[in-house]
């Protein structure tokens, strides 16, 4: 896994053919540099095609957010349940799976970061045949997850949020962080908080909606989840929550594995 990686520029038009795996082997994972559209920079995201990948069929795609003061290789490289969960998860459902950096380490999913996954799954339909777009993240990826959803109802068919919060008003932790991927405090660009807050904007999830939450977590307090999640049953909305009070700032693999199948499992919108 530490071995040099394939780069594929995409903006500059020079995308390079995939190297397939033999069938039933997965293949090994890809990084992916492209020229942000959204302010010129140079971004990055790992790519990691399913066992059996034919680009002459359709895929599902599983775009998957790191955590806080994380980057793209958590997802990829990390035995955590989370992560291998996920992995785990699109090779078994023959998904195509990506993690990006999305303004690694301390995203928050701000604009920045937000234009970089709408430009990244736009790209990936210009290399693959997709079907569905699946996001999902841990922790601060989860909050991500549910924020972009929300913001872009018509990119995501679900969504999956392993210990986020759905609340960034009232969420009191990295907040330094947080102001600096949104261009200011909560008092500052108040709107940019409330917009991103995906509890607030619960009648923009129409896709399938999977959580898990800790009862003892303190990272990220899982109350915005479940108020989210009452929100979103109230509206008729497929939903799933996954909520151990006994747990902390984590989800097992049990757990991850059927958040995710909830997802894969659910009927095409």
């Known amino acids: 896994m530490n071995r040099p990686l394939t780069a594929i520029a995409l903006a500059a038009c020079t995308c390079l053919p995939l190297v397939l795996a ?4 997965a293949a090994e994972p890809v990084e992916i540099v492209f020229t942000a559209d959204c302010d010129g920079s140079e971004e990055l995201l790992v790519e990691l095609l399913p066992p059996d990948f034919d680009p002459a069929l359709p895929h599902d795609l599983l775009i998957a957010l790191h955590g806080h003061g994380s980057d793209r290789w958590q997802f990829i490289r990390e035995a955590r349940d989370e992560c291998r ?3 785990e998860a699109a090779a078994r459902h023959g998904a195509i799976f990506l993690s990006p950096d ?5 995203s928050w999913m701000g604009p920045k970061a937000e234009a970089d996954v709408v430009q990244i799954i736009a790209e990936a339909r210009k290399r693959h045949r997709i079907k569905r777009v699946f996001i999902c993240g841990g922790s601060m990826g989860g909050t991500g997850a549910l924020t972009f959803a929300a913001l872009h109802p018509d990119l995501v ?4 949020a392993l210990n986020g919060t759905a ?6 932790r990295f907040l330094d962080a947080i102001a600096a991927s949104y261009g200011g405090t909560k008092e500052e660009v108040p709107e940019e908080y409330r917009k991103r807050s995906a509890e607030l904007q619960a009648d923009a999830l129409t896709m399938p909606v999977a959580f ?3 009862g003892q977590d303190d990272v990220v307090p899982p109350e915005s989840v479940l108020r989210l999640h009452e929100k979103l049953e109230r509206l008729g ?8 009070p006994d747990r902390g700032h984590d989800t097992d693999l049990a757990d991850t594995t059927t958040a995710l199948d909830y997802l894969f499992l659910s009927t095409d919108r």
């Open 102 to 106: 999305y303004r690694a380490p301390t």
């Open 167 to 172: 609340n960034l008003v009232e969420y009191g």
């Open 22 to 25: 033999p069938a039933g082997v």
């Open 157 to 160: 068919d679900g969504v999956c």
């Open 237 to 244: 909305r497929p939903t799933l929550l996954l909520h151990r």
């Open 85 to 87: 969960g996920a992995r």
């Open 212 to 214: 898990t939450t800790g």
